[in-house]
């Protein structure tokens, strides 16, 4: 094969959590990756330092979601136990929490500003908060079930989520109105992705599908079916020509969207892939799930080229069959970066397929590393206690003012 682009190559392989991974980020250096897990840790693995990596166990329930700040001095982490944590990942350091839910929290996302945090629940309600005081802001909660996913779009201006009434929704941060309702008739999404250019949303669904909403024009974009199982993550290349996918299939995706069509069908995991996450810079990517393993790939996504794609696909078929593999439609109507056209279909999945389990990369696991566990210092070592009712009662009445249950203010925000 020698001329033709590069394939995506496993890197290191991780294992430490001692229950499922949720999910991953990259910190915007790209020299650590956090992960969420039902163990109710957060592990922040060192990709330079892979002998020093820190665990953060300040949660008493699974954590379901995590993010970084963008200039990668906070980390937030969501949980079961309806509360959310606001942390400095280093070993030593402050941290801070706030009672954010009355009922498990789901997802949490900075905005490009680094000044409000996006926190979605189990009781139906989107928050806004202010990072500094934790401070509630205002509460998007036209949602008639469980919020699996709220995010951020690039500029911080808009709001998507994701929810198990099989709806996507899309907010203005600023007005508070919902401006773009997208329903899904046969499963409610998982997970959802903004393009980097801000105009579009991937949604994973529970129907074993992956579809690309216009934002703009209101419209379906794309459709694929690349999956035998649910899709749970998505995660767009930085470039916007690739989109990343996870299924509890086991088997990780790569699509290019420019031609609408799979290129890469990735295995390595042993069960559900939970969560997918690519580096700022595209250069790396990683997968993560119900097996406890964190895989760190280098994606050689900036070598591909379409025009070699069929060639490459035969040299590789030898290696992977693909009989039986899901077909993928695309709609018309194209923008922002996915291809265009009239609807089309294939009936044969061409992906190269690539298989990690006998590489040098996959059998030195990286198992021998020291996990620290950090010690975290709270302005306020004796959160409130309230009994359920006067919880609920407390949290209804400060809310309707804009208010929100605080503890004082912890000084590392400043």
Known sequence: MQGLFCDPTLERHFTGHTSAITQLRFSPDGNQIASSSMDSTVILWNLKQAARCIRFGAHCSPVYGVAWSPKGNLVASGSHDRTVKIWEPKVRGYSSEFLAHSKPVRSVDFDNTGQQLLTASDDKSVKLWRVSRRQFVTSFSQQTHWVRSAKFNPNGKLVATVCDDKSLRIYEVGSGRCVRLFTEEHAAPRQLAWH?????????????????????????????????????????????????????????????????????????????????AFSQDGEKFATAGADRQLLVWQSNLHTYDANQFETKSALASSCCDTSGASSFKQSSGAGGGCAGGSTSSKSNDLSICIDPRQSSAYQALDENFQVLDSEHTKQDDTPQKLDQTAQATASSWLQRRGLDLMQPKSRFFD
């Open 196 to 276: 980097p250019w801000g105009n579009m949303v991937a949604v994973a669904l529970g129907c074993n599908r992956i579809k690309i909403f216009d934002i703009g024009e209101s419209e379906l974009l794309q459709l694929y079916v690349v999956h035998s199982s649910p899709v749970t993550d998505v995660a767009f290349h930085p470039s916007g020509n690739f989109l990343l996918s996870g299924s509890e299939d086991g088997t990780i995706r790569i699509l290019d969207l420019l031609e609408g069509r799979p290129i890469y069908t990735l295995n390595g995991h042993t069960g559900s892939v939970n969560a997918v």
